[in-house]
Nanobody, 125 residues
């Protein structure tokens, strides 16, 4: 059974940093892009960042570009999101996901077929 488990969320002051991790189990995802999405209360889930299977290509939402860094360790079947210079508007539940297509990256929710349960990130002003 495939499982994605996020960790590393919490409460942080504006300007602070957090590092999220997402550990996958049940199968290997080394051929698939992985991504982070987030959902704030009352809002739709939105794309944050994605990384190609090889780690050679990354893509970020404009709202986090320059502040967040996505990375992965295929040997550990884990993807990370380093979040710096956090802002109150970054407050959301953060989800990791695995792309349903091999060897491609995407910003579209529908292109991801495995999801974690999410980890809460709260940034106070």
């Amino acid at each position: 059974q495939v499982q994605l488990v996020e960790s590393g969320g919490g409460l942080v002051q504006a300007g602070g940093s957090l590092r999220l991790s997402c550990a996958a189990s049940g199968r290997t995802f080394s051929s698939y892009a992985m991504a982070w999405f987030r959902q704030a209360p009352g809002k739709e889930r939105e794309f944050v960042a994605t990384i190609k299977w090889s780690g050679s290509v990354t893509d970020y939402a404009d709202t986090v570009k320059g502040r967040f860094t996505i990375s992965r360790d295929n040997a550990k079947n884990t993807v990370y999101l380093q979040m710096n210079s956090l802002k109150p508007e970054d407050t959301a539940v953060y989800y990791c996901a695995v792309c349903r297509y091999t060897y491609s990256v995407s910003r579209r929710l529908d292109d991801y077929n495995y999801w974690g349960r999410g980890t809460q990130v709260t940034v106070s002003s």
